[in-house]
């Protein structure tokens, strides 16, 4: 083979080669390096609101209470005498003063009747007179001895008989008299009309109703309690109640406690008074809580205790994570305006999560406000709502 053939194969080959490499070489910069698939973990920021101390706070534990307002003093206005009411113009809600006129009942034949019985009084009178003079011509002629002493004796008689009808005739006056003052119906307190339970011109009976009156400037609530739950209070004991109509609590304290169960339902009825508000009125229904028991004890808000687990647990920071802390419950009470539980199992100073941060899992890394120059953590709740 000639030289030069051999001169143009090695070029070829040459060629060949460093086309081969130029295409790897190109395929390798066309092809994208590999992206990482490494995840950057999530990180919850929470709020002051988000956080809260726990700390040693004066827990009132009671027992819930519900029943009715009544007026301390109240009075139902009855007929002493049967007739036909007249005067009666109070209506519900109109003010009566104590010893005020409210109604009559027509006294035309209860006047008869104590003229009637004026009569008989003065007829007994006349009778009395000629059965003394009786007895004194008697006694004279006795003395003289013209008559016996048996005919003394009767004469006697007869005037203590008379004597006697006297009396009687005296006492039927009165009650005459009497029932004519019984048909003046008045207030015996001073308060608020608050039934009309006659009309005039009606003609009622004895112990007919006619009205009711309430003073509202002292009411109290009548609360059954269970037995059991009697045996905790005591007089004195305040309570927090909620009426119908009013956002705001209301104060009440523990005056009586009725000394005998209830034979129907074994309740035992306990009367708290209340201060007399404007707007309250006799029959408003109001529920709350009687404080029996006070004491300090390591609580948190009951909206933070989780159940969703077999066991009650709270969220727990540590180490700038959640953990989820099985806790003890115990009694329960109101303090800093919600509903709180006692708890065992934490220490005093641990951070909680409360009900408005919401389920966090257990391990999610969490950031403070402080660790971002926030607001520092706040041991009261905000926004937070029982369970």
């Known amino acids: 083979m000639k030289s030069s053939t051999k001169w143009i194969i090695g070029a070829l080959a040459l060629l060949l080669i460093a086309g081969g490499a130029a295409r790897v070489l190109a395929k390798r910069q066309a092809t994208p390096p590999p992206v990482s698939t490494a995840k950057v973990e999530p990180v919850i920021e929470l709020t002051a609101g988000d956080v809260f101390t726990l700390q040693n706070i004066e827990l009132s534990q009671g027992v819930p209470i519900s029943g009715s307002l009544k007026a301390v003093n ?3 206005v009855k007929a002493r005498v049967s007739g036909e009411l007249q005067g009666l113009v109070v209506r519900e809600g109109d003010a009566v003063k104590a010893g005020q006129v409210i109604a009559r009942v027509d006294s035309s034949e209860y006047a008869a009747r104590v003229r009637q019985a004026q009569e008989t009084a003065d007829a007994a009178q006349a009778q009395i007179s000629i059965a003394q003079r009786s007895f004194d011509n008697n006694k004279a002629l006795v003395d003289q ?3 016996s002493r048996t005919a003394l004796d009767t004469s006697q008689a007869s005037l203590q008989s008379a004597q006697a009808n006297h009396k009687a005739a005296l006492a039927a006056l009165d009650v005459a008299k009497k029932s004519v003052q019984d048909t003046v119906l008045v207030a015996p307190i001073t308060g ?8 005039p011109g009606e003609r009622v009976g004895i112990d007919a109703r006619v009205v009711e009156i309430v003073d509202l400037s002292r009411l109290e609530l009548e609360a059954p309690l269970a037995a ?3 045996v905790q209070v005591r007089v004195g004991q305040t309570a927090r109640l909620k009426l119908e109509g009013r956002s ?18 074994r309740s035992v009825l306990v009367y708290l008074s209340v201060a007399a508000l404007p707007g309250l009125r006799q029959g408003l229904f109001a529920q709350g809580t009687l404080d029996t028991v006070k004491e300090t004890v390591l609580a948190v808000p009951l909206s ?10 709270v969220q727990l920071i540590q180490n700038g994570r959640i953990a989820h802390q099985t806790v003890e419950l115990g009694g329960r009470g109101e303090a800093q305006g919600m509903t709180m539980v006692a708890i065992k199992n934490i220490a005093a100073g641990a951070m909680i999560t ?5 389920n966090l899992r257990e391990n999610t890394k969490i950031s403070l406000p402080g660790s971002k ?13 029982s369970q």
């Open 192 to 199: 608020i009309i608050s039934q009309r339970l006659a009309q």
């Open 373 to 385: 120059a926030a607001t520092p953590a706040k041991t009261a709740v905000a926004g937070t709502t």
């Open 304 to 313: 933070a205790v989780r159940t969703d687990k077999p066991q009650p647990y």
């Open 145 to 147: 001895g013209f008559i």
């Open 248 to 265: 705001e609590e209301i104060a009440a304290t523990v005056t009586r406690i009725n000394p005998s169960a209830s034979a129907s339902n």
């Open 354 to 358: 409360p009900a408005s941060a919401g």
């Open 228 to 230: 059991s739950d009697s």
């Open 74 to 76: 109240s009075a139902l």
